[in-house]
T-cell receptor, first 112, second 110 residues
């Protein structure tokens, strides 16, 4: 079945450490997105990519980085510059922005 | 500023007790309004897309409607398995991002 796979499901980060969240899709979607979800807040866009080798910053890109070397993959790195990284991270894809998103199952990142 | 507001924040219903969730929006140039269902610890699941005022979509016990200022998600005779957080989002002209509301947490009691 087609879908989006995020890994790991749970991730723990030490202070000053960079961590990378994986996102892979086999839906042949061109557009991919990373969102952050915090309690009591709507989903906030971190980065998005409309095509391979191209991506744009969203509303809260500071402290994060991405790459899009393959259509299927859109990994997110949470760097040590992100001061409050504890959150639920969601990856999504779509054919284009007029369509609904397909979301992955999420990665919960905790700073220890 | 573009904004999406959902109400109520939380709703408890008895099984079979129909109700509606509200999503009001103030945006410049609505392109589409989306409803998602999210279970705890999981990613949102797409339910509906509405593009123009007067449009309606149905799926099982759910019906979504759209006006020029808001959307309603009507739940008819809900069951406990309908318990989830329901998210609303909009896209606007000239942008590739969604604007999400904070969601309505629905609990249906048996």
């Amino acid at each position: 079945d087609g879908g989006i796979t995020q890994s790991p499901k749970y991730l723990f980060r030490k202070e000053g450490q960079n961590v990378t969240l994986s996102c892979e899709q086999n839906l042949n979607h061109d557009a991919m997105y990373w969102y952050r979800q915090d309690p009591g807040q709507g989903l906030r866009l971190i980065y998005y990519s409309q095509i391979v080798n191209d991506f744009q910053k969203g509303d809260i890109a500071e402290g994060y980085s991405v790459s899009r070397e393959k259509k299927e993959s859109f990994p997110l790195t949470v760097t040590s510059a992100q001061k409050n990284p504890t959150a639920f991270y969601l990856c999504a894809s779509s054919i284009d922005r007029r369509d609904g998103y397909t979301f992955g199952s999420g990665t919960r990142l905790t700073v220890v | 500023e573009d904004q999406v507001t959902q109400s109520p924040e939380a709703l408890r219903l008895q099984e079979g007790e129909s109700s509606s969730l509200n999503c009001s929006y103030t945006v410049s140039g609505l392109r589409g309004l989306f409803w998602y269902r999210q279970d705890p610890g999981k990613g949102p699941e797409f339910l509906f897309t509405l593009y123009s005022a007067g449009e309606e979509k149905e799926k099982e016990r759910l019906k979504a409607t759209l006006t020029k200022k808001e959307s309603f998600l009507h739940i008819t005779a809900p069951k406990p398995e309908d318990s989830a957080t329901y998210l609303c989002a909009v896209t606007t002209s000239g942008t590739y991002k969604y604007i999400f509301g904070t969601g309505t947490r629905l609990k249906v009691l048996a």
